[in-house]
């Protein structure tokens, strides 16, 4: 008989909360079981497998991210809204290390996470149509503000940053960089 209150969302949280305490190779099947208090063989009534648990996991990590960033630009627009952007996306992978590694590099040809991948590319994209910017012009944009944040927090939370210079004074300049790039 499955434990009451045990299915596939409740098992996805315990395992983001795992990750996010002791880091993504600490994830098992095994230490997931652990950690949800049943025995291994339970969690296969939920899922299949431990790759088919690291996709729904990062389906969710894709929704929370975009509902993040959503939320940080509702009522903004061009400066204020790629700022808010920028900041709270560093934040969620600041503060979520583990949950953030699961993020695929190319969410649009990961069938898993596609739509979910192309919701936080909208977020993306509506915030710089306030530049006129569309098409090709857009991809490019969402590119370079997406490699600039996604490669300063994986050397952030990397321990890449070992200069005594002000870290956050860092970030600054990387958002006064993408802004102006997208005059």
Not at 51 to 62: C, E, N, P, T, Y
Not at 101 to 123: I, S
């Amino acid at each position: 008989m499955p434990r009451a209150g045990l299915n596939t969302e409740v098992l996805v949280g315990v395992a983001l909360d795992l990750v996010d305490e002791k880091g993504l190779e600490a994830l098992s099947l095994a230490a997931l079981a652990d950690r949800a208090g049943v025995a291994g063989p339970s969690l296969y009534k939920h899922m299949g497998s431990l790759a088919s648990l690291r996709g729904l996991m990062a389906l969710a990590v894709v929704r929370q991210l975009t509902a993040m960033c959503t939320t940080a630009v509702m009522g903004r627009s061009r400066e204020d809204a790629v700022e808010a952007l920028m900041r709270h996306y560093r934040a969620f992978a600041v503060e979520h290390p583990g949950r953030y590694a699961l993020v695929p590099l190319n969410a649009l040809q990961d069938p898993a996470v596609a739509a979910a991948g192309a919701e936080l590319l909208a977020v993306f994209g509506a915030v710089l149509r306030a530049y006129g910017l569309e098409g090709s012009e857009a991809t490019h944009a969402i590119r370079r503000m997406r490699a600039t944040v996604h490669g300063f927090v994986v050397l952030e939370t990397g321990g890449g940053f070992g200069l005594p210079e002000d870290v956050e004074a860092s970030f600054d300049q990387v958002v006064t960089m993408v802004l102006r790039s997208l005059e």
